[in-house]
Structures are given as C-alpha cells and as structure tokens.
C-alpha cells in the first residue's frame, strides 16, 4: 500500500502562481496530477511516467510544469498563470503494479 501526502495549494489571484507537492511512502511508477471542480469529472492534469514520458492537459501546457525527484518519491506541480477556470481540488494521483492511489486533495482557488 502507498499513501501519498500533499502539501501546498490555497488561494491565489488570477495570473498568479502555486507549487503543489506530494510525497510517496515508496518508490511508485506513476505519479502526477488530477484535478476535480464542482460540478465535474476528475481529469488528468499531468503525470510523469517513470523517468521519462510526461502528459500534460492541453488546457495547462505551458503554464503548468510537473517535476519529480524519484530518489525522494516526490512529484511537484508548478502552476503559473493561474486562470479562474483552474479553481479545483488537486489530487495526488500514483500507479503502481497496476493498482492506483489517491493523495487526500488540495484546494486550490484562483480569484479574479
């Protein structure tokens, strides 16, 4: 079993910027971000396959940038110009051997 731990989030004005981080009790695969806002579906955010490939939503690409520290188990979300639309919770999201995990959630806020 791996429990995921996420710090960060808050609330920031538009155009602002906030790092996400998420801590994994052990070594996983798969981590990266999901995101979920009142009233709709959890979407994927971005996500870091091992060392290599990474995904990222086509509404977040140049603004957010995930980052990894395998050696720590860590995986970071670096949001910059923040639009209201991303006001949501972000999840901590990891894969290993075929089993997901889920961090607790982070609000986020952007105001206007």
């Known amino acids: 079993q791996v429990q995921l731990v996420e710090s960060g989030g808050g609330l920031v004005q538009a155009g602002g910027s906030l790092r996400l981080s998420c801590a994994a009790s052990?070594?996983?695969?798969?981590m990266g971000w999901y995101r979920q806002a009142p009233g709709k579906q959890r979407e994927l955010v971005a996500v870091?396959?091992?060392?290599?490939?990474?995904n990222y939503a086509s509404s977040v690409k140049g603004r957010f940038t995930i980052s990894r520290d395998n050696a720590k188990n860590t995986v970071d979300l670096q949001m910059n110009n923040l639009k209201l639309e991303d006001t949501a919770v972000y999840y901590c999201?990891?894969?290993?051997?075929?089993?997901?995990?889920w961090g607790q959630g982070t609000q986020v806020t952007v105001s206007s």
């Open positions: 999201y990891g894969r290993s051997f075929a089993k997901d995990y």
């Open positions: 052990s070594s996983i695969n798969v």
């Open positions: 870091s396959i091992g060392g290599g490939v990474i």
